[in-house]
């Protein structure tokens, strides 16, 4: 109980005024499904009561929705590319006051040292931030990572104040076959509610996987995926990310028997996407849109991952609940008038009305781009025929297709057809200095005379560079590591190239996110001038292809990894 319960008290039985009251308010009850209509009485960053109140501050919402506060229920605050306070200076604005995060990207290239500043930096903000510790660093074996976290490094993190329990368990084939330290890892967190990510996984493995105590699901692909885990009692959550968009696919899945066992979530969302579209408030407008009743939308995004992760006083407008509120004008609409922390207004028409204070000052210094020095011959492709394995990008998905195609062999080594859409693809090891560069193909980019590279690769964060001429990927690869990390494009056409540098760990950056968002805009500007289609935001589909625990062929630093079969294709 974070509250003198006395003075609540006094103010539900009309003794005194209350600190502030909104008044004329249609409030959510996500405990009977009701609106109600009266006033919402504050005291002490709290709710007293829902009724009719006099308050020494008072705010005539003249009928407008009052919500809880929406929450995220997994998110890897990483991939908005901006630190936990600037971060929360966009999400809280737009409903979003807890997020449930999991820094298992800045673990992979800092360890525990990244877990330990994004707990420090999470502190004293508008936005409660609640820390799922990483359980896969690295992620598998398949990739060098910066970083590695043990059972026993779990242990000692549970331990802190404010940890919530163990993060997506991906290594899945690791639970399955008993693997030792994967089991530790859990045992590590017995009492602990523990994510899951099983994406395909069904019967007799999903079973065993919810024996290992996993309690959540964010990679469902499908309504009958999901179906199958709310019979075993997980919870899921339907993600709306900016890669990886379920909300479509997996709404039919939710019906008045099933919905507390569903929840919203962000997982990777591009800040672009966040200040144009939204965060949980795009995921609760498009479910209603699709046919979801608007109470039961305001349910997923706020009682239900509440009860999932046990946030004592949060996910409802009730007695005794933290004065976390959204008010929006309809459901119909549902954009957000203004937002409320701990009973205080933070927020009003999509802009902050404090600076958010978390601790920057704390983020590591030096750069996180360690590679070996490379050659003009870097990228040149020899192998063992010209039948070549080719990634398929799949859009709107994080999954990847695969197809063989006949390539040109010369001097300069494989050359794909000139007519076709596919690219070279390599990815530079970064953390270690091994000099690991490996170099694939990938079609659906649509880039011409140009290239990309990137920093921000799942789940290692190894560079990652695509383009059709060696030497401006060369050239994208060097600006990468003079900017310190972050995203580089170069047009071949004129030789410029444009950079947003992102120093934290190569990942994020802590300059305001109106910055970071033209600069971001700049970038992808410049990708639709060299050929890249409009919907395929090509630094989040690149920051995919390195990550071999999704389907079906992917890139590491240590080679071309077919992900159905779990090994490296030999081509």
């Keep these: ?337 203004s937002v409320y922390v701990m009973g205080q207004k933070v927020a009003e028409k999509g802009r902050m009305l404090l600076s958010p204070a978390g601790d920057d000052r704390s983020a590591p210094g030096g750069s996180s781009i360690n590679m070996a020095p490379l050659g003009v011959d870097a990228f040149k492709v020899r192998a063992k025929s010209s039948r070549v394995p080719v990634i398929k990008i799949i859009p709107g998905s994080i999954a990847t297709g695969s197809e063989y195609v006949e390539m040109d062999v010369g001097e300069d080594g494989l050359k794909p057809p000139p007519e076709s859409d596919i690219l070279k693809i390599a990815v530079v090891e970064r953390h270690r200095g091994t000099g690991n560069v490996s170099i694939a193909f990938i079609s659906g980019l649509g880039l011409k005379n140009g290239a990309i590279a990137s920093s921000v690769a799942h789940d290692s964060h190894n560079i990652i560079v695509v383009g059709d001429d060696d030497s401006l990927m060369l050239k994208a690869v060097k600006a990468l590591k003079e900017c310190g990390g972050g995203y580089c494009i170069v047009d071949g056409s004129n030789g410029e190239t444009l950079c947003l540098p992102l120093p934290v760990g190569g990942l994020m950056t802590g300059r305001p996110a109106d910055e970071v968002r033209m600069r971001l805009e700049t970038l992808l500007k410049k990708a639709r001038e060299l050929g890249v289609p409009e919907g395929l935001d090509p630094f989040i589909t690149l920051s995919f292809m390195a990550l071999p625990v999704i389907p079906s062929l992917k890139i590491t630093d240590k080679g071309l990894f077919d992900v159905n079969s779990f090994k490296f294709v030999d081509w």
């Design 1 to 337: 109980m974070g509250y003198k319960i006395e003075r609540l008290m006094d103010v539900a039985l009309k003794k005194r005024k209350a600190e502030r009251v909104l008044k004329n308010c249609r409030v959510v009850n996500v405990f009977s499904g009701e609106i109600e209509e009266g006033d919402v009485a504050l005291q002490d960053g709290y709710i007293a009561g829902v009724g009719r109140f006099d308050g020494i501050e008072e705010e005539d919402l003249g009928g407008k929705i009052v919500c809880p506060g929406f929450i995220d229920s997994h998110v890897h605050i990483e991939s908005a590319m901006v630190t936990p306070p600037v971060f929360a200076s966009v999400v809280v604005a737009r409903g979003t006051t807890s997020v449930i995060a999991d820094p298992h990207e800045i673990a992979n290239v800092l360890g525990a040292a990244g877990i330990e500043y994004m707990i420090r930096s999470s502190r004293d903000l508008p936005l409660t931030v609640h820390i799922m510790i990483p359980s896969c660093v690295p992620a598998t074996s398949f990739e060098t990572s910066g970083a590695k976290i043990s059972s026993r490094d779990i242990k000692d993190l549970l331990g802190r104040e404010g940890i919530l329990g163990l993060g997506e368990m991906m290594n899945y084939p690791g639970v399955l076959a008993g693997d030792p330290e994967v089991l530790a890892k859990i045992s590590a967190a017995a009492g602990r509610i523990i994510d899951g990510h099983g994406a395909g996984l069904s019967g007799d493995g999903l079973n065993a996987y919810r024996l290992a105590g996993i309690a959540t699901d964010h990679e469902c692909i499908n309504a009958e995926e999901a179906k199958e885990r709310i019979r075993l009692g997980m919870y899921v959550a339907i993600r709306e990310g900016t890669a990886a968009r379920n909300l479509e696919s997996l709404l039919p899945a939710v019906n008045r028997d099933n919905w507390w066992y569903f929840m919203f979530c962000t997982d990777d969302r591009h800040l672009e996407d966040i200040m144009t579209g939204g965060h949980i408030d795009h995921c609760i407008r498009k479910a209603v849109s699709l046919g979801l009743d608007p109470v039961t939308a305001v349910r997923m995004a706020t009682i239900n991952p509440a009860r999932c992760y046990n946030l004592k006083g949060q996910g409802a407008t009730a007695p005794g609940y933290r004065g976390d509120l959204v008010v929006v004008d309809s459901f119909d609409d549902f954009n957000v008038e």
